[in-house]
């Protein structure tokens, strides 16, 4: 944990990650269920939690979606050569897509010339050819190529697990 956090937090931190590294239960107010097991209120423990955000001790909360459990069967990273004056306003716009998980932009490299990744999901592999399209089209004259890389399977995504790290001397 970090070193900027206080003492009182640091021991409320390591009890999260542990009642939390499992991930929150499938409850009606996760917040609430969380605050209960640290004896906190709701209030208390969401500072908590911007507490550690902000000292860097935690990135980021989020859902992680089973896409293939909620009927998404197909899966396909698009790949986009976007014109760089344009990526930031391009980006924020693909990302706002309801079909879209997530999407970020990575350096060019040699052989590579994508530099905006939109992950989309689809009942079938006609809705994610459809949704593919529907980016090209807001990204218009910016977009100079793009490909899309099909999953083939899911990998096993999980949360922190402290339990499971090994410290050298």
Known sequence: MSDCISPSDRALAQRLVALTEAGLPLVEDPWAWLAGELDLE???????????????????????????????????????????????????????????????????????????????????????????NQIRALLGKACRGDEMLVSSRILKKTGLRVGTLQRSA
Not at 72 to 80: D, K
Not at 118 to 128: C, F, L, P
């Open 42 to 132: 709701v209030d208390e423990t969401l500072a908590l939690l911007q507490r550690l955000q902000a000292a860097g001790a935690i990135r980021r909360i989020a859902a992680v979606p089973n896409h293939y459990r909620l009927g998404y069967r197909h899966n396909g990273m698009t790949v986009w050569d976007v014109d760089d004056a344009e990526i930031e306003r391009l980006g924020a716009l693909i990302g706002a897509q309801p079909f879209v998980s997530h999407c970020y932009r990575r350096p060019r490299r040699e052989g590579w010339p994508y530099n905006l990744f939109a992950m989309v999901h689809g009942r079938d592999a006609a809705a994610i050819e459809a949704y593919r």
